[in-house]
């Protein structure tokens, strides 16, 4: 704006235009800024899905940088991303969630998944599911390969935390495959996952594609069911 001003005052002053100097008792006129980003609500959907994308990729990139300064390991809660500054305030806070971030990883009306609340973390609106708090939900038998905690509890601290048992599922599969306990490759394994996408009508379809998904590679975004498991 500040350009168009200066650019319309040369043309003035080149084409010779006369003009009465503005009195310092006159106000200027009020020059309103347009927004520099469309609100999510006044989206289309393409575009929508579009922003959720690029916010998960960012997500993405910022556990790459900490990968990197971590010997490879990803961090115990994903708001440790904010607090050592690989992601600013508010950078875990989806476009999509209306309660901006005050509902955790799964909104409220998604009732069937109560597990996940475990992971839940004030200011994020991912179910993050390489957390490192304990894993209570069935996971023996669940996952491929019969293990008993002594197999998934890699740190030996005694208890099993979601990282641990999401990364023996993702190397040894389980029993929803078809066919079961098979690897999954890291492209279709979910670390990150927003379950605002498509909020709130998402709930009322269980196998709809409703939920966008930041898979292993870190760099790759695919969307699936709720049970995303069942998509294989």
């Avoid at 929508?48 to 809660?77: F, I, N, W």
């Avoid at 993050?128 to 708090?133: A, N, P, T």
């Avoid at 669940?142 to 190397?171: A, F, H, I, L």
Wanted: with cysteine; hydrophobic share 35%.
């Amino acid at each position: 704006m500040k350009h168009r001003l200066v650019l319309a005052a040369m043309i003035a002053g080149l084409s010779g235009c006369s003009s009465v100097r503005q009195s310092a008792a006159e106000k200027p006129a009020e020059v309103k800024m347009e927004p520099l980003l469309l609100s999510y609500a006044a989206m289309g959907a393409a575009a929508q899905y579009e922003r959720l994308v690029s916010e998960l990729q960012t997500v993405g990139a910022a556990l790459q940088a900490y990968a990197r300064k971590h010997d490879g390991q990803l961090p115990p809660r994903l708001m440790d991303l904010v607090r050592q500054a690989y992601l600013p305030a508010g950078g875990l806070v989806s476009s999509a969630d209306p309660s901006e971030g005050k509902e955790g990883g799964v909104p409220d009306l998604y009732s069937e998944w109560g597990q996940a609340a475990e992971t839940d973390e004030s200011g994020s609106s991912y179910l993050y599911e390489f957390s490192g708090v304990p894993c209570n939900w069935d996971w023996k038998s669940y996952v491929g390969g019969k293990p008993g905690t002594s197999d998934v509890d890699t740190n030996r601290d005694g208890t099993t935390s979601w990282s641990e048992v999401k990364n023996w599922q993702m190397r040894h599969g389980d029993v929803v495959q078809k066919p079961n306990s098979q690897p999954y490759p890291p492209s279709r394994f979910p670390v990150v996952r927003c379950y605002w996408y498509q909020y709130p009508d998402a709930r009322t379809n269980a196998t709809g594609r409703t939920v966008l998904n930041l898979a292993a590679d870190l760099r790759t975004v695919f969307v699936s069911q709720p049970w995303w498991e069942k998509d294989q």
